[in-house]
Protein backbone atom coordinates (compact mmCIF):
# COMPACT_ATOMS: atom_id res chain seq x y z
CA UNK A 1 0.00 0.00 0.00
CA UNK A 2 2.66 2.54 0.65
CA UNK A 3 4.43 2.26 -2.66
CA UNK A 4 0.63 2.99 -4.37
CA UNK A 5 0.51 6.29 -1.76
CA UNK A 6 4.32 7.63 -1.89
CA UNK A 7 4.66 8.31 -6.29
CA UNK A 8 1.61 10.76 -5.58
CA UNK A 9 2.86 12.78 -2.55
CA UNK A 10 5.98 12.56 -4.56
CA UNK A 11 4.71 13.95 -7.71
CA UNK A 12 2.30 16.79 -5.73
CA UNK A 13 5.72 18.20 -4.31
CA UNK A 14 7.42 18.48 -7.36
CA UNK A 15 4.68 19.85 -9.00
CA UNK A 16 5.10 22.60 -6.11
CA UNK A 17 8.75 22.88 -5.96
CA UNK A 18 9.00 22.79 -10.24
CA UNK A 19 6.58 26.39 -9.83
CA UNK A 20 8.72 27.71 -7.87
CA UNK A 21 11.57 26.77 -9.46
CA UNK A 22 10.24 28.62 -12.35
CA UNK A 23 9.18 32.06 -10.38
CA UNK A 24 12.53 31.90 -8.97
CA UNK A 25 13.84 31.49 -12.22
CA UNK A 26 12.03 34.25 -13.94
CA UNK A 27 12.72 36.87 -11.55
CA UNK A 28 16.12 36.30 -11.62
CA UNK A 29 16.69 35.14 -7.52
CA UNK A 30 19.48 32.28 -7.79
CA UNK A 31 19.84 31.79 -4.29
CA UNK A 32 16.42 30.38 -4.54
CA UNK A 33 16.84 28.60 -7.69
CA UNK A 34 19.59 26.62 -6.46
CA UNK A 35 17.83 25.44 -3.16
CA UNK A 36 14.81 24.41 -5.30
CA UNK A 37 17.17 22.61 -7.76
CA UNK A 38 18.77 20.70 -4.93
CA UNK A 39 15.17 19.76 -3.69
CA UNK A 40 14.07 18.74 -6.40
CA UNK A 41 16.89 16.68 -7.68
CA UNK A 42 16.39 14.27 -4.03
CA UNK A 43 13.33 13.13 -5.65
CA UNK A 44 14.51 11.69 -8.72
CA UNK A 45 11.42 12.65 -11.35
CA UNK A 46 11.49 13.54 -14.68
CA UNK A 47 11.91 17.30 -15.07
CA UNK A 48 11.64 19.20 -18.37
CA UNK A 49 12.71 22.86 -18.48
CA UNK A 50 11.80 25.16 -21.94
CA UNK A 51 12.28 28.96 -22.36
CA UNK A 52 8.66 30.17 -22.39
CA UNK A 53 7.87 31.30 -25.56
CA UNK A 54 6.70 34.75 -24.90
CA UNK A 55 10.57 35.99 -24.92
CA UNK A 56 10.65 34.92 -28.66
CA UNK A 57 10.11 36.94 -31.11
CA UNK A 58 6.45 37.01 -32.24
CA UNK A 59 6.69 37.99 -36.06
CA UNK A 60 5.89 35.20 -38.11
CA UNK A 61 8.21 34.33 -40.59
CA UNK A 62 7.70 33.31 -44.08
CA UNK A 63 10.32 29.92 -44.24
CA UNK A 64 12.03 28.40 -47.61
CA UNK A 65 11.75 25.11 -47.73
CA UNK A 66 12.96 22.46 -50.03
CA UNK A 67 11.61 19.22 -50.32
CA UNK A 68 12.72 16.03 -52.39
CA UNK A 69 12.06 12.30 -51.06
CA UNK A 70 14.78 9.20 -53.04
CA UNK A 71 13.10 9.42 -56.38
CA UNK A 72 13.38 13.26 -57.06
CA UNK A 73 15.81 14.11 -59.05
CA UNK A 74 15.91 17.85 -57.47
CA UNK A 75 13.98 19.84 -54.35
CA UNK A 76 10.23 21.15 -54.69
CA UNK A 77 10.72 25.11 -52.99
CA UNK A 78 7.65 25.51 -50.79
CA UNK A 79 6.68 28.06 -48.12
CA UNK A 80 5.84 27.82 -44.46
CA UNK A 81 4.33 30.22 -41.75
CA UNK A 82 6.32 29.06 -38.81
CA UNK A 83 7.62 31.19 -35.91
CA UNK A 84 11.18 31.57 -34.06
CA UNK A 85 9.76 29.29 -30.76
CA UNK A 86 8.27 26.73 -33.07
CA UNK A 87 10.48 23.37 -32.03
CA UNK A 88 11.33 21.01 -34.96
CA UNK A 89 8.21 18.63 -33.25
CA UNK A 90 5.53 21.28 -33.52
CA UNK A 91 6.96 21.68 -37.00
CA UNK A 92 6.69 18.42 -38.06
CA UNK A 93 2.57 18.67 -36.73
CA UNK A 94 2.71 21.28 -38.88
CA UNK A 95 4.01 19.40 -42.11
CA UNK A 96 1.37 16.69 -41.33
CA UNK A 97 -1.51 18.75 -40.61
CA UNK A 98 -1.02 20.96 -44.19
CA UNK A 99 0.07 18.94 -46.32
CA UNK A 100 -0.08 15.49 -45.07
CA UNK A 101 3.00 14.02 -44.55
CA UNK A 102 2.96 11.97 -41.40
CA UNK A 103 5.72 13.20 -38.75
CA UNK A 104 7.62 9.59 -38.48
CA UNK A 105 8.20 10.50 -42.41
CA UNK A 106 9.80 13.68 -42.02
CA UNK A 107 13.57 14.51 -41.79
CA UNK A 108 14.54 18.34 -41.44
CA UNK A 109 17.60 19.63 -41.78
CA UNK A 110 18.54 23.39 -41.25
CA UNK A 111 22.21 24.84 -41.78
CA UNK A 112 23.88 21.57 -42.90
CA UNK A 113 22.69 20.05 -39.54
CA UNK A 114 20.15 17.41 -38.78
CA UNK A 115 17.80 18.60 -36.75
CA UNK A 116 15.69 17.09 -33.76
CA UNK A 117 12.59 17.08 -32.29
CA UNK A 118 13.06 19.28 -28.71
CA UNK A 119 15.14 21.47 -30.91
CA UNK A 120 13.33 25.18 -31.56
CA UNK A 121 13.77 27.17 -35.14
CA UNK A 122 15.64 29.39 -33.24
CA UNK A 123 18.28 27.47 -32.13
CA UNK A 124 19.15 26.68 -35.37
CA UNK A 125 19.23 30.59 -36.85
CA UNK A 126 15.91 31.05 -38.40
CA UNK A 127 15.15 34.70 -37.60
CA UNK A 128 13.68 36.26 -40.94
CA UNK A 129 11.66 35.87 -44.20
CA UNK A 130 13.37 33.53 -46.60
CA UNK A 131 16.09 31.59 -44.14
CA UNK A 132 15.93 28.27 -45.72
CA UNK A 133 15.95 24.94 -43.97
CA UNK A 134 15.60 21.03 -46.46
CA UNK A 135 12.97 18.43 -45.67
CA UNK A 136 13.31 15.25 -46.81
CA UNK A 137 10.48 12.73 -47.18
CA UNK A 138 11.38 9.23 -46.16
CA UNK A 139 9.13 6.27 -47.42
CA UNK A 140 6.48 4.41 -45.29
CA UNK A 141 8.46 1.66 -45.63
CA UNK A 142 11.95 3.08 -44.76
CA UNK A 143 10.27 4.99 -42.08
CA UNK A 144 8.71 1.66 -40.78
CA UNK A 145 5.63 3.30 -40.80
CA UNK A 146 2.30 1.30 -41.36
CA UNK A 147 -1.84 2.50 -41.67
CA UNK A 148 -2.30 1.14 -38.09
CA UNK A 149 0.30 3.09 -36.20
CA UNK A 150 -0.53 6.41 -38.65
CA UNK A 151 -4.48 6.25 -37.36
CA UNK A 152 -2.79 6.30 -33.59
CA UNK A 153 -0.44 8.94 -34.32
CA UNK A 154 -3.40 10.93 -35.68
CA UNK A 155 -5.26 10.11 -32.91
CA UNK A 156 -3.20 11.13 -30.52
CA UNK A 157 -2.43 14.46 -32.34
CA UNK A 158 -6.05 15.33 -31.70
CA UNK A 159 -5.76 14.37 -28.45
CA UNK A 160 -3.04 16.62 -27.42
CA UNK A 161 -4.42 19.31 -29.39
CA UNK A 162 -7.62 19.66 -27.36
CA UNK A 163 -5.38 19.50 -24.08
CA UNK A 164 -2.96 22.23 -25.66
CA UNK A 165 -6.40 24.23 -25.50
CA UNK A 166 -7.68 23.69 -21.60
CA UNK A 167 -6.89 26.67 -19.77
CA UNK A 168 -5.14 26.03 -16.48
CA UNK A 169 -6.29 28.19 -13.67
CA UNK A 170 -3.29 30.26 -12.19
CA UNK A 171 -2.12 28.88 -9.44
CA UNK A 172 -3.77 29.57 -5.70
CA UNK A 173 -7.40 29.79 -7.15
CA UNK A 174 -8.24 26.34 -6.85
CA UNK A 175 -9.28 26.37 -3.38
CA UNK A 176 -7.04 24.69 -0.48
CA UNK A 177 -4.05 22.86 -0.75
CA UNK A 178 -5.55 19.62 0.29
CA UNK A 179 -7.75 19.72 -2.88
CA UNK A 180 -4.30 19.88 -4.94
CA UNK A 181 -4.19 15.38 -4.46
CA UNK A 182 -7.41 15.17 -6.92
CA UNK A 183 -5.24 16.38 -10.08
CA UNK A 184 -2.68 13.35 -10.40
CA UNK A 185 -5.26 10.88 -10.28
CA UNK A 186 -7.20 12.75 -13.07
CA UNK A 187 -3.75 13.68 -14.82
CA UNK A 188 -3.13 9.85 -14.71
CA UNK A 189 -6.68 8.75 -16.12
CA UNK A 190 -7.19 12.28 -18.41
CA UNK A 191 -7.02 10.51 -21.60
CA UNK A 192 -10.24 8.24 -21.74
CA UNK A 193 -13.22 10.85 -21.02
CA UNK A 194 -11.35 12.98 -23.41
CA UNK A 195 -11.46 10.52 -26.09
CA UNK A 196 -14.97 10.03 -26.79
CA UNK A 197 -15.06 13.96 -27.75
CA UNK A 198 -13.22 13.82 -31.08
CA UNK A 199 -15.12 10.46 -32.08
CA UNK A 200 -18.84 13.13 -31.72
CA UNK A 201 -17.61 14.70 -34.78
CA UNK A 202 -18.32 11.89 -37.78
CA UNK A 203 -16.72 14.65 -40.91
CA UNK A 204 -13.55 14.04 -39.23
CA UNK A 205 -12.52 10.40 -39.82
CA UNK A 206 -13.28 10.71 -43.51
CA UNK A 207 -11.71 13.72 -44.65
CA UNK A 208 -8.27 12.09 -44.92
CA UNK A 209 -9.67 9.92 -47.13
CA UNK A 210 -10.90 12.53 -49.70
CA UNK A 211 -7.65 12.27 -51.59
CA UNK A 212 -5.50 10.63 -53.40
CA UNK A 213 -1.58 9.86 -52.02
CA UNK A 214 0.80 10.55 -54.98
CA UNK A 215 2.69 7.01 -55.22
CA UNK A 216 6.11 8.76 -55.66
CA UNK A 217 6.28 11.43 -52.51
CA UNK A 218 2.93 9.87 -50.37
CA UNK A 219 1.73 13.66 -50.64
CA UNK A 220 -2.55 13.45 -49.54
CA UNK A 221 -3.62 15.60 -52.73
CA UNK A 222 -7.52 16.97 -53.07
CA UNK A 223 -9.63 15.08 -55.27
CA UNK A 224 -9.62 17.29 -58.23
CA UNK A 225 -5.60 18.03 -58.92
CA UNK A 226 -4.64 16.17 -61.70
CA UNK A 227 -1.06 16.12 -60.93
CA UNK A 228 0.35 15.91 -57.58
CA UNK A 229 1.09 19.24 -55.86
CA UNK A 230 4.73 19.31 -54.34
CA UNK A 231 6.13 17.03 -57.12
CA UNK A 232 3.85 16.87 -59.87
CA UNK A 233 3.81 13.21 -60.40
CA UNK A 234 0.59 12.03 -62.09
CA UNK A 235 -2.99 11.00 -60.47
CA UNK A 236 -3.69 7.24 -60.78
CA UNK A 237 -5.29 6.61 -63.85
CA UNK A 238 -7.49 4.22 -61.95
CA UNK A 239 -8.74 7.28 -59.35
CA UNK A 240 -12.30 8.56 -59.41
CA UNK A 241 -12.80 11.87 -57.71
CA UNK A 242 -15.89 10.61 -54.78
CA UNK A 243 -19.58 12.05 -56.20
CA UNK A 244 -20.01 13.85 -52.62
CA UNK A 245 -16.88 15.75 -52.71
CA UNK A 246 -17.65 19.34 -52.84
CA UNK A 247 -13.88 21.76 -53.64
CA UNK A 248 -13.68 24.29 -51.31
CA UNK A 249 -13.32 28.20 -52.25
CA UNK A 250 -9.73 27.71 -52.96
CA UNK A 251 -10.04 24.83 -54.88
CA UNK A 252 -12.90 25.91 -57.38
CA UNK A 253 -10.93 29.32 -57.90
CA UNK A 254 -7.38 26.87 -59.34
CA UNK A 255 -10.20 24.49 -61.17
CA UNK A 256 -11.92 28.24 -62.79
CA UNK A 257 -8.28 29.33 -63.50
CA UNK A 258 -7.25 25.72 -65.24
CA UNK A 259 -10.38 26.36 -67.49
CA UNK A 260 -9.18 29.94 -68.29
CA UNK A 261 -5.67 28.58 -69.26
CA UNK A 262 -6.95 25.68 -70.91
CA UNK A 263 -9.40 27.98 -73.10
CA UNK A 264 -6.34 30.49 -73.72
CA UNK A 265 -4.24 27.59 -74.75
CA UNK A 266 -6.91 26.79 -77.36
CA UNK A 267 -7.52 29.90 -78.59
CA UNK A 268 -3.54 30.45 -79.03
CA UNK A 269 -2.97 27.22 -80.34
CA UNK A 270 -5.55 27.95 -83.31
CA UNK A 271 -4.41 31.32 -83.64
CA UNK A 272 -0.58 29.37 -84.50
CA UNK A 273 -2.48 27.43 -86.84
CA UNK A 274 -4.30 29.92 -88.69
CA UNK A 275 -0.64 31.60 -88.98
CA UNK A 276 1.14 28.90 -90.26
CA UNK A 277 -1.84 28.18 -92.56
CA UNK A 278 -1.30 31.83 -94.22
CA UNK A 279 2.33 31.23 -94.21
CA UNK A 280 2.04 28.06 -96.19
CA UNK A 281 0.12 29.79 -98.64
CA UNK A 282 2.36 32.35 -99.04
CA UNK A 283 4.90 30.37 -99.36
CA UNK A 284 3.49 28.69 -102.20
CA UNK A 285 3.13 31.54 -104.09
CA UNK A 286 6.96 31.87 -104.14
CA UNK A 287 9.24 30.54 -106.61
CA UNK A 288 11.90 30.39 -104.62
CA UNK A 289 12.15 30.36 -100.91
CA UNK A 290 14.92 32.12 -99.29
CA UNK A 291 16.94 31.47 -96.22
CA UNK A 292 15.65 33.16 -93.11
CA UNK A 293 19.01 32.46 -91.07
CA UNK A 294 22.47 33.09 -91.32
CA UNK A 295 24.33 29.45 -93.40
CA UNK A 296 27.25 28.39 -95.70
CA UNK A 297 26.81 27.35 -99.35
CA UNK A 298 27.87 23.30 -98.81
CA UNK A 299 29.65 23.86 -102.42
CA UNK A 300 31.33 27.27 -102.29
CA UNK A 301 31.41 27.45 -98.69
CA UNK A 302 30.27 31.26 -99.33
CA UNK A 303 28.75 33.01 -96.13
CA UNK A 304 24.72 33.34 -96.72
CA UNK A 305 23.07 36.22 -95.31
CA UNK A 306 19.50 36.07 -94.81
CA UNK A 307 18.10 36.26 -98.09
CA UNK A 308 20.95 35.42 -100.00
CA UNK A 309 20.49 31.76 -100.31
CA UNK A 310 17.94 29.28 -101.55
CA UNK A 311 16.14 26.61 -99.50
CA UNK A 312 15.10 23.90 -102.07
CA UNK A 313 11.52 22.58 -101.45
CA UNK A 314 12.10 18.89 -101.38
CA UNK A 315 14.93 18.69 -98.61
CA UNK A 316 15.49 22.11 -97.28
CA UNK A 317 19.08 22.37 -98.24
CA UNK A 318 20.11 25.92 -98.38
CA UNK A 319 22.44 27.16 -101.47
CA UNK A 320 23.69 30.06 -102.86
CA UNK A 321 22.11 31.27 -106.40
CA UNK A 322 25.41 30.86 -108.64
CA UNK A 323 26.07 27.29 -107.64
CA UNK A 324 22.54 26.24 -107.99
CA UNK A 325 22.50 27.70 -111.55
CA UNK A 326 25.90 25.90 -112.15
CA UNK A 327 24.23 22.69 -111.14
CA UNK A 328 21.27 22.91 -113.19
CA UNK A 329 23.22 24.20 -116.63
CA UNK A 330 25.74 21.55 -116.28
CA UNK A 331 23.08 18.51 -115.48
CA UNK A 332 23.21 16.03 -118.37
CA UNK A 333 19.75 14.36 -117.32
CA UNK A 334 16.13 14.94 -117.49
CA UNK A 335 16.15 15.86 -113.29
CA UNK A 336 17.70 17.59 -111.75
CA UNK A 337 19.61 16.29 -108.41
CA UNK A 338 20.16 18.00 -105.01
CA UNK A 339 23.98 19.30 -105.29
CA UNK A 340 24.06 18.02 -101.42
CA UNK A 341 24.53 13.92 -100.90
CA UNK A 342 20.60 13.81 -101.26
CA UNK A 343 18.21 11.93 -103.64
CA UNK A 344 15.62 15.08 -103.63
CA UNK A 345 15.09 16.54 -107.07
CA UNK A 346 14.65 19.77 -107.91
CA UNK A 347 11.34 21.49 -108.95
CA UNK A 348 10.58 23.38 -112.57
CA UNK A 349 9.37 26.08 -110.52
CA UNK A 350 12.46 26.56 -108.83
CA UNK A 351 14.33 25.56 -112.32
CA UNK A 352 12.78 28.38 -114.41
CA UNK A 353 13.41 30.41 -111.50
CA UNK A 354 16.88 30.55 -111.66
CA UNK A 355 17.87 30.17 -115.30
CA UNK A 356 17.15 33.11 -117.87
CA UNK A 357 15.00 32.39 -120.86
CA UNK A 358 17.40 31.21 -122.95
CA UNK A 359 19.14 28.80 -120.59
CA UNK A 360 15.49 27.47 -119.79
CA UNK A 361 14.80 26.53 -123.31
CA UNK A 362 18.19 25.21 -123.77
CA UNK A 363 17.74 22.96 -120.61
CA UNK A 364 14.10 22.00 -121.99
CA UNK A 365 15.31 20.84 -125.39
CA UNK A 366 17.82 18.75 -123.78
CA UNK A 367 15.13 17.45 -121.68
CA UNK A 368 13.07 16.56 -124.91
CA UNK A 369 16.40 15.05 -126.32
CA UNK A 370 17.61 12.80 -123.28
CA UNK A 371 13.36 11.61 -123.05
CA UNK A 372 13.46 10.90 -126.87
CA UNK A 373 16.70 8.58 -126.55
CA UNK A 374 15.45 6.80 -123.56
CA UNK A 375 12.02 6.07 -124.83
CA UNK A 376 11.95 2.24 -126.67
CA UNK A 377 8.99 3.47 -128.82
CA UNK A 378 10.42 6.56 -130.26
CA UNK A 379 10.31 8.28 -133.67
CA UNK A 380 12.26 10.75 -134.59
CA UNK A 381 10.94 12.80 -137.99
CA UNK A 382 13.08 12.13 -141.03
CA UNK A 383 12.56 15.67 -142.24
CA UNK A 384 16.06 17.05 -142.02
CA UNK A 385 16.78 19.65 -139.25
CA UNK A 386 13.29 18.86 -137.96
CA UNK A 387 13.03 18.42 -134.27
CA UNK A 388 9.45 16.74 -134.22
CA UNK A 389 9.28 12.77 -132.69
CA UNK A 390 7.00 10.75 -131.46
CA UNK A 391 6.19 7.41 -129.24
CA UNK A 392 4.08 5.02 -131.34
CA UNK A 393 2.24 2.55 -130.61
CA UNK A 394 2.17 -1.28 -132.20
CA UNK A 395 -1.10 -0.65 -134.31
CA UNK A 396 0.24 2.78 -135.46
CA UNK A 397 2.26 2.74 -138.99
CA UNK A 398 2.33 6.61 -139.55
CA UNK A 399 3.48 9.71 -137.83
CA UNK A 400 2.21 13.13 -138.82
CA UNK A 401 4.30 16.02 -137.40
CA UNK A 402 3.25 19.09 -136.81
CA UNK A 403 6.32 20.78 -136.87
CA UNK A 404 6.91 19.99 -140.74
CA UNK A 405 2.90 18.76 -141.28
CA UNK A 406 5.33 15.96 -143.13
CA UNK A 407 3.82 12.06 -142.75
CA UNK A 408 6.07 9.47 -142.10
CA UNK A 409 6.23 5.89 -142.57
CA UNK A 410 7.44 4.51 -139.23
CA UNK A 411 7.39 1.11 -140.86
CA UNK A 412 9.89 1.88 -143.72
CA UNK A 413 11.69 5.03 -141.38
CA UNK A 414 11.11 7.47 -144.11
CA UNK A 415 8.76 10.02 -145.64
CA UNK A 416 7.63 8.39 -148.78
CA UNK A 417 4.19 11.05 -150.44
CA UNK A 418 1.98 9.32 -152.66
CA UNK A 419 3.70 5.94 -152.48
CA UNK A 420 2.84 3.35 -150.42
CA UNK A 421 5.47 1.09 -148.98
CA UNK A 422 6.39 -1.48 -151.53
CA UNK A 423 6.64 0.99 -154.46
CA UNK A 424 8.82 3.21 -152.12
CA UNK A 425 11.35 -0.11 -151.45
CA UNK A 426 11.43 -0.73 -154.88
CA UNK A 427 11.92 2.75 -155.90
CA UNK A 428 14.39 2.83 -153.36
CA UNK A 429 16.45 0.03 -154.67
CA UNK A 430 16.98 1.58 -158.06
CA UNK A 431 17.91 4.66 -156.16
CA UNK A 432 20.18 3.05 -154.08
CA UNK A 433 22.59 2.43 -157.20
CA UNK A 434 22.79 6.35 -158.01
CA UNK A 435 21.64 8.50 -154.58
CA UNK A 436 23.71 8.66 -151.51
CA UNK A 437 20.48 8.73 -149.39
CA UNK A 438 18.55 6.29 -150.82
CA UNK A 439 21.39 3.89 -150.42
CA UNK A 440 21.91 4.74 -146.82
CA UNK A 441 18.57 4.08 -146.59
CA UNK A 442 18.95 0.23 -148.10
CA UNK A 443 21.49 -0.20 -146.10
CA UNK A 444 19.33 0.20 -143.00
CA UNK A 445 16.66 -1.55 -144.43
CA UNK A 446 19.31 -4.32 -145.08
CA UNK A 447 20.44 -4.19 -141.60
CA UNK A 448 16.86 -4.62 -139.88
CA UNK A 449 16.95 -8.01 -141.80
CA UNK A 450 20.24 -9.27 -140.98
CA UNK A 451 19.67 -8.24 -136.70
CA UNK A 452 16.21 -10.08 -137.04
CA UNK A 453 14.28 -6.76 -136.61
CA UNK A 454 12.61 -6.61 -139.67
CA UNK A 455 11.42 -9.70 -142.46
CA UNK A 456 10.47 -9.75 -145.91
CA UNK A 457 6.75 -10.45 -146.35
CA UNK A 458 6.59 -14.48 -147.90
CA UNK A 459 4.11 -13.02 -150.49
CA UNK A 460 4.28 -9.64 -151.29
CA UNK A 461 8.19 -9.31 -150.82
CA UNK A 462 8.16 -5.86 -149.00
CA UNK A 463 10.19 -5.48 -145.62
CA UNK A 464 7.57 -5.25 -142.63
CA UNK A 465 8.68 -4.29 -139.18
CA UNK A 466 6.84 -5.60 -135.98
CA UNK A 467 7.45 -2.80 -133.95
CA UNK A 468 5.74 -4.50 -130.42
CA UNK A 469 3.47 -6.71 -129.03
CA UNK A 470 2.69 -10.89 -130.23
CA UNK A 471 4.12 -12.66 -132.48
CA UNK A 472 1.19 -12.00 -135.12
CA UNK A 473 1.87 -9.22 -137.73
CA UNK A 474 -0.03 -8.57 -140.88
CA UNK A 475 1.55 -7.21 -144.13
CA UNK A 476 -0.26 -3.79 -144.89
CA UNK A 477 0.33 -4.25 -148.71
CA UNK A 478 -1.28 -7.84 -149.07
CA UNK A 479 -3.00 -7.92 -145.84
CA UNK A 480 -0.97 -11.56 -145.28
CA UNK A 481 -0.40 -12.77 -142.02
CA UNK A 482 3.01 -13.69 -141.04
CA UNK A 483 4.35 -15.32 -137.99
CA UNK A 484 7.30 -13.15 -136.92
CA UNK A 485 9.50 -16.17 -134.94
CA UNK A 486 9.24 -18.74 -137.67
CA UNK A 487 9.26 -15.71 -140.42
CA UNK A 488 6.97 -17.88 -143.14
CA UNK A 489 3.55 -17.59 -143.61
CA UNK A 490 0.57 -18.00 -140.70
CA UNK A 491 -1.96 -20.22 -142.78
CA UNK A 492 -1.58 -22.54 -145.82
CA UNK A 493 -2.64 -21.69 -149.47
CA UNK A 494 -6.21 -21.24 -148.70
CA UNK A 495 -6.02 -18.68 -146.17
CA UNK A 496 -7.24 -18.53 -142.60
CA UNK A 497 -7.89 -21.88 -140.82
CA UNK A 498 -5.94 -24.17 -143.08
CA UNK A 499 -2.81 -26.01 -141.49
CA UNK A 500 -2.11 -27.80 -144.42
CA UNK A 501 1.04 -24.89 -144.51
CA UNK A 502 2.30 -21.74 -143.01
CA UNK A 503 3.90 -21.92 -139.52
CA UNK A 504 1.20 -24.66 -138.34
CA UNK A 505 1.04 -23.53 -134.75
CA UNK A 506 -0.69 -25.30 -132.25
CA UNK A 507 -0.93 -28.22 -134.50
CA UNK A 508 -1.17 -31.26 -132.29
CA UNK A 509 -0.88 -28.71 -129.24
CA UNK A 510 2.75 -27.98 -130.43
CA UNK A 511 4.25 -24.21 -130.80
CA UNK A 512 5.56 -23.74 -134.07
CA UNK A 513 8.91 -22.30 -132.43
CA UNK A 514 10.67 -22.65 -129.39
CA UNK A 515 10.41 -19.06 -129.05
CA UNK A 516 6.63 -18.90 -130.06
CA UNK A 517 4.55 -16.50 -127.18
CA UNK A 518 1.59 -18.38 -128.06
CA UNK A 519 -0.70 -15.69 -129.03
CA UNK A 520 -1.50 -16.22 -132.89
Known amino acids: MASEVTPPANLQEA ?53 EDAQSEDYIPVTVVVSSDMTIAQLKDKISHDFGFAPALQRWVIGKRLAQDRDTLYSHGIRQNGDKAFLYILSAHAAHLTRQQHKLDQEQQRIEGIMESMQLLPRGLGGHVGEKTAPPPETQHAPPPLLPKPAAKPAVPPKPQLGWACPMCTYM ?9 ICGGDRPEDYEVPNIYQPDQQEVHRLQQEEI ?30 NTTETDCPICFSPLQPGEGI ?23 AEVSCPDICESKLLDREIKALLTEEEHQRF ?83 SLLQNGEALKCPRCDIIVQKKDGCDWICCLMCKTEI ?38
Open 15 to 67: EELALSLSEALSSGDGQEAVKLCQRLSQLCVPVSVRISSQVYPHDSIRLWVGV
Open 221 to 229: NKPTRPGCE
Open 261 to 290: AMLLYTQAQEEERERNYLNLLATEEQNLIL
Open 311 to 333: VLRECLHTFCRECLTGAIVNSQD
Open 364 to 446: LELRLSIAESRSEHSFHCQTPNCRGWCIYEDEVNEFHCELCDEINCILCRAIHTDMNCKDYQDDLRIRAENDQAAQQTKQMLE
Open 483 to 520: CWVTKQARWGPNGRGDTSGGCRCRVNNQPCHPNCQNCH
